[in-house]
Structure formats: structure tokens, C-alpha cells
């Protein structure tokens, strides 16, 4: 991931990979990686290009790894990755 930014008004988070892919993740998918549900983001950023770490507004920080990001920025990600667990 080389780039991310914060749309609390829209409930997503854009995200950039690199090789220019790039996606929007819904904050409500996000909440898998937090202990409450309706997180609002306050800022995102990357502490490297494999983790992206979220700050909510309550103060909490949310580390999100890139293989889910990916699953959002590359529609063919997904299924590469089923092929090569049934393979």
C-alpha cells in the first residue's frame, strides 16, 4: 500500500496499492478488526506497505494487514487466492 485517506462522511476508506490498483473499504467491514461497531475513523496511515493503522475517535488504534486491503482494490485477488488453497 502506498497511499490512504479517511472519507468519514462517506463511511469508507480509500486505498492505494503500488501497482495502482486502488479501492474504497467500507468502515463497516473494518469493524471485523475492532471489539465495537460503529467506528469512526479519524485517520489512517501506513506504517509500512503491508499494515495500515486506523485511530478511531474513542482513541483506539486498529491494525488492518494489506491482504485484506487487497481483497478491495483487485477483484481477481480473491479468487488467485482460492486457487491456490484448493490447488
Not at 58 to 86: A, M
Amino acid at each position: 500500500m502506498e497511499r490512504v485517506k479517511v472519507d468519514t462522511d462517506a463511511g469508507r476508506i480509500s486505498v492505494r496499492f503500488a501497482d495502482g490498483k486502488q479501492g474504497w473499504i467500507p468502515v463497516d467491514r473494518i469493524e471485523e478488526f475492532s471489539s465495537g461497531k460503529h467506528l469512526i475513523p479519524k485517520t489512517a496511515t501506513l506504517t509500512d506497505p503491508y499494515e495500515m493503522k486506523i485511530k478511531t475517535r474513542n482513541g483506539t488504534t486498529i491494525k488492518i494487514p494489506w491482504d485484506f486491503v487487497r481483497h478491495f482494490c483487485d477483484p481477481s485477488y480473491k479468487g488467485r487466492e482460492l486457487d491456490q488453497i484448493s490447488g
